[in-house]
């Protein structure tokens, strides 16, 4: 997969599958309607209409099934024919399954889809997460050959075909995703905060952005004592980057923040051998930002944008923060650390303080792998949203369901919660009394503590500990959820298509749930 071109295109063109094997797929109700002349030329000649309809009547997805048409060169697949309402309607996850399980081999491969307009973008990017770019397989690494893969999407209900731009919106969200991925799914000896902020610059260069960047100990003088203290005992210092899209004509100013933990020992609280493998992906938050930083951007955001990196590596040696250290976070604010495993609120409070007060942020989402917690309270596909806006926690479920990363929300009751963080020396501990007690959403507190409860401004945080990755892939979570949440803002159509926010949320709102009650169960 690595090697992998991924191309979308208007039409992938007529094909022979014995030279370019082929993946059909789609709902059974939607391959039903495709007309046959729109196929056969990439099924000719060795399968037959009366083949095609045969292997359309065979197809009984519980929940998908596929079938194939010619050997192992052509295949057909169903997908879900409905569900349910907190799912998207794109099935996405089922999608990128089929594709893995079921795309032919080769090095010239054809993947075509068959779907209604609103399901595009979700698709596409479902596709985009079934070809990771990283590997160090040594086999993978002495080919030098490219694999292409050419997507096609047939519109179902009389839509017209996808045009130049709406492509170019569906390649920059994969590549997106993609890049994400690659970064999450790489270990810390090749990922760590100096690799990180390479990868940054890379992005800068290729928007004419250049980063600001705060490090090692100017971080301390400057105040940001979470961001420092998680990541001061590392050899490789933490810091702050910042990119910042300042467009002229701007009406509001937008900072993403995430939290990019490159390795997380648990620091003096180690973690066990058990569950230390696998935090390489703590930086999870901050690949997602970046990525969905550099497609958005691509298609052209109207308001100011600020992507917010807080990276370290909470390792363990002789400057590491100890339990019982006291530390003053940027807010001024202090902390008693009793948990040095609870590193990401600290290195996040000292970001979205930073988007408020330096940034003069009117909305501020921070994305993070921050809770083991988030896959108990919402499973491992859903991320967990909280916020200090009814609106907004509506929004992202929307955006979740029209993007394909599902979201679903925490309690947001502070009054009741935040009392876990109670410290008889400092302003507040780092992690809760009673971990029994709403743990994914205390941890979200802490983080909108720093901001304070009062403030006037759209505070968002999205846990996205669990979707981050499948098995052992990282899935690229977070990019297609960010740019459709934020889609309102963009010059693309398409994103304005899937984003939540580009209508009266009740309205926008009664109209989603009338397009589920058409094509799916509620």
Request: charged share 20%; proline share 5%.
């Amino acid at each position: 997969m690595a090697n992998v071109v991924l191309e979308f295109k208007v039409s992938a063109g007529d094909s022979d599958p014995q030279s370019r094997p082929v993946l059909i797929l789609g709902q059974q109700s939607n391959l039903q309607q495709v007309s046959w002349s729109h196929i056969k030329g990439k099924l000719q000649p060795v399968v037959s209409k009366e083949t095609w309809q045969a292997a359309l009547s065979a197809l009984n997805p519980n929940p998908t099934d596929s079938c194939p048409l010619y050997l192992n060169q052509a295949v057909v697949a169903a997908l879900p024919s409905r569900v349910s309402r907190h799912n998207s309607p794109a099935s996405v996850h089922f999608l990128s399954r089929l594709i893995r399980s079921c795309l032919p081999g080769g090095n010239n491969r054809c993947i075509v889809v068959v779907c209604e307009r609103s399901d595009v973008f979700a698709s596409a990017c479902a596709i985009a997460r079934a070809f990771p770019l990283f590997t160090r397989r040594s086999a993978s690494s002495r080919r030098t050959e490219k694999k292409h893969v050419t997507v096609e999407f047939v519109l179902i209900g009389g839509d017209s075909s996808l045009d130049e731009a709406e492509l170019g919106c569906l390649s920059n969200a994969a590549d997106g995703v993609r890049l994400a991925a690659r970064i999450v799914d790489t270990p810390c000896n090749e990922m760590n905060t100096d690799h990180f902020l390479d990868e940054i610059k890379a992005v800068g260069s290729e928007l004419g952005i250049t980063p600001v960047i705060i490090r090692g100990e100017e971080l301390k003088q400057r105040g940001f004592g979470g961001i420092h203290g998680v990541g001061k005992a590392a050899e490789h210092p933490p810091a702050l980057a910042v990119l910042s899209h300042t467009p002229d004509g701007a009406t509001q100013t937008i900072a993403w923040v995430g939290k990019g933990i490159v390795y997380d020992t648990g620091g003096l609280s180690i973690k066990g051998k058990t569950t230390m493998p696998g935090m390489k992906r703590d930086c999870g938050g901050a690949a997602a930002i970046l990525g969905a930083f550099k497609a958005t951007i691509k298609q052209g955001f109207k308001d100011n944008l600020h992507a917010v990196f807080c990276l370290a590596e909470n390792s363990v040696g002789p400057t590491a923060t100890r339990p019982d250290d006291i530390h003053t976070l940027y807010s001024g604010k202090t902390v008693e650390i009793n948990n040095t495993d609870a590193e990401g609120r600290l290195v996040l409070a000292d970001g979205v303080v930073y988007a408020c007060k330096d940034l003069s942020a009117d909305i501020i989402l921070d994305m993070a792998t921050l809770t083991g917690a988030q896959g108990i309270s919402t499973g491992k596909y859903h991320a967990a949203v909280m916020t200090n806006s009814e609106q907004w926690e509506v929004a992202c479920v929307r955006a979740g369901r029209s993007s394909g990363d599902l979201a679903h929300p925490l309690v947001y009751c502070p009054e009741l919660h935040f009392s876990e963080f109670t410290s008889a020396v400092a302003d507040m501990k780092n992690s809760v009394a009673d971990r029994e007690n709403a743990q994914s959403s205390c941890a979200g507190l802490f983080i909108g503590s720093h901001l304070g409860f009062d403030w006037p401004g759209v505070w968002v945080h999205v846990d996205i500990a669990s979707p981050v990755h499948a098995g052992e892939r990282a899935t690229g979570f977070g990019v297609a959820l960010l740019m459709a949440l934020f889609g309102q803002a963009s010059d693309d159509s398409m994103l304005n298509q899937v984003s939540p926010l580009g209508a009266p949320s009740n309205k926008c709102e009664d109209q989603m749930e009338r397009d589920c009650k058409r094509r799916r169960l509620v």
